[in-house]
């Protein structure tokens, strides 16, 4: 079955300790993305990826870091979470970025509360 | 990236057809149109998307306007499942550099479905 499975589903954690979130899709897909959502501020992408060691910022990245080594994985970093960042994380597979062959698959999103 | 506008809310009753329109007046020749939904406590879940000819799918229609200025997401007997947040998205091609071709999420048109 096609699917995009992040890791974990809920997290509680502290101001300042490192934690990460994991990513794996298994399409084969070249594009991958990190998107948070906020009420009010829906959904927004935080970093991107379209191949293997290649990422890029989206539109709030600040504070977060990704690393795209192996095709599958797209794990998102935060070095030192901070309670700005207690947020609903998605992730998101896609053949590619753009165009006709976008339909991008999501996780079932990672609920992450920084206290 | 090209912006859309859609309704904050509509309303259908089960079993009829919901239209749900977008406008994207600022849309450039190679932008895909997209629609996403997201349901509660879900991730965003993929549609439909075309480009300038109308499309089918078993989950719905789009009918994109002549001149691509708007489009209508048609589900064609709304269920009480169809009750989401629907997304108009315009996507670029790929062969566009920065962020064009990222799926940027707008506020979306909150469908409620009532039995």
């Known amino acids: 079955e096609a699917q995009v499975t992040q890791n974990p589903r809920y997290l509680i954690t502290v101001t300042g300790k490192k934690l990460t979130v994991t990513c794996s899709q298994n399409m084969n897909h070249e594009y991958m993305s990190w998107y948070r959502q906020d009420p009010g501020l829906g959904l927004r992408q935080i970093y991107y990826s379209m191949n293997v060691e290649v990422t890029d910022k989206g539109d709030v990245p600040e504070g977060y870091k990704v690393s795209r080594k192996e095709k599958r994985n797209f794990p998102l970093i935060l070095e030192s979470p901070s309670p700005n960042q207690t947020s609903l994380y998605f992730c998101?597979?896609?053949?590619?970025?753009?165009?006709?062959?976008?339909?991008?698959?999501f996780g079932q999103g990672t609920r992450l509360t920084v206290v | 990236d090209a912006k859309t506008t859609q309704p904050n809310s509509m309303e259908s009753n089960e079993e009829e057809p919901v239209h749900l329109p977008c406008n994207h007046s600022t849309i450039s020749g190679t932008d895909y149109i997209h629609w996403y939904r997201q349901l509660p406590s879900q991730g965003p879940e993929y549609v439909i998307h075309?480009?300038?000819s109308n499309v089918n799918n078993r989950m719905a229609s789009l009918a994109i306007a002549e001149d691509r200025k708007s489009s209508t997401l048609i589900l064609h007997r709304a269920t009480l499942r169809d009750a989401a947040v629907y997304y108009c998205i315009l996507s670029a091609s790929m062969n566009y550099g920065g962020s064009q071709g990222n799926l940027i999420f707008g506020k979306g048109t909150k469908l409620s479905v009532k039995p």
């Open positions: 075309g480009l300038t």
């Open positions: 998101a597979s896609s053949l590619s970025r753009g165009g006709m062959n976008t339909e991008a698959f």
